[in-house]
């Protein structure tokens, strides 16, 4: 089975820290992908990235970067953490496109970081 | 945006079929529809997906209606595990990275 690891089911932080938020997976996948999750509003894709080193926007990037040095890892990094980034974090990975495509529209995901800034 | 529309809640008896119905009225060609769901405190879990036929799996059936307009959830022995926030995602193309999910159906199942 797919596995996808999150370094952390909670985490607290303080209003300026720098956060890192690390996602593995077990399967060789080349996409990985990072979304938060808040009340009402679903899923919001933040980034994603479909091969080492290579990274692209998602539907709010705003306040966040990420990292992929190794295929089995991507990491999101809050630069300096905000209230407003308290949230549900949720990361998630996909074989390429078994049609010739990039990707591969099943997810796996984790079990997700519920982070709090104070 | 979704451009799904599904309703926000529905009950179901233990043992019953579960059918979650979803509107996806801008579908087109080549676009496909995905269900995911998400039990609580878990990441949202995969469950089917379909073009025009009819799809059925260890999971679930996936009822796609002729005009390819709405399509039908169906879990057909609800079980209690079975309680979950169930999302309809798309209409998209094979190979778009961008799964918008909504709200869902907040699926409950009563014992």
């Known amino acids: 089975d797919v596995k996808v690891t999150q370094s952390s089911r909670y985490l607290v932080k303080r209003t300026g820290e720098k956060v890192f938020l690390e996602c593995v997976q077990d399967?060789?996948?080349?996409?990985m992908f990072w979304y938060r999750q808040d009340p009402g509003l679903g899923l919001r894709l933040i980034y994603f990235s479909y091969d080492v080193k290579m990274k692209e926007k998602g539907d709010i990037p705003e306040g966040y970067s990420v990292s992929r040095e190794k295929k089995e890892r991507f990491s999101l990094i809050l630069e300096s953490a905000s209230t407003n980034q308290t949230s549900m974090y949720l990361c998630?990975?996909?074989?390429?496109?078994?049609?010739?495509?990039?990707?591969?529209?099943?997810?796996?995901f984790g079990p997700g970081t519920r982070l709090t800034v104070l | 945006d979704a451009k799904t529309t599904q309703p926000p809640s529905m009950d179901c008896a233990e043992g019953r079929a579960a059918n979650l119905p979803c509107n996806h009225s801008?579908?087109?060609?080549?676009?496909?529809v995905y269900w995911y769901r998400q039990i609580h405190s878990q990441g949202p879990q995969y469950i089917i997906h379909g073009l025009k036929n009819n799809e059925t799996n260890e999971m679930a059936s996936l009822i796609i209606t002729e005009d390819r307009k709405s399509s039908t959830l169906i879990l057909p022995h609800a079980t209690l595990r079975d309680t979950a926030v169930y999302y309809c995602?798309?209409?998209?193309?094979?190979?778009?990275?961008?799964?918008?999910f909504g709200t869902g159906t907040r699926l409950t199942i009563i014992p």
């Open positions: 399967m060789d996948h080349e996409n």
């Open positions: 995602i798309g209409p998209l193309p094979l190979g778009n990275e961008k799964l918008t």
């Open positions: 998630a990975s996909s074989p390429s496109g078994t049609s010739g495509t990039r990707f591969d529209n099943e997810q796996f």
């Open positions: 801008t579908i087109s060609g080549n676009e496909y």
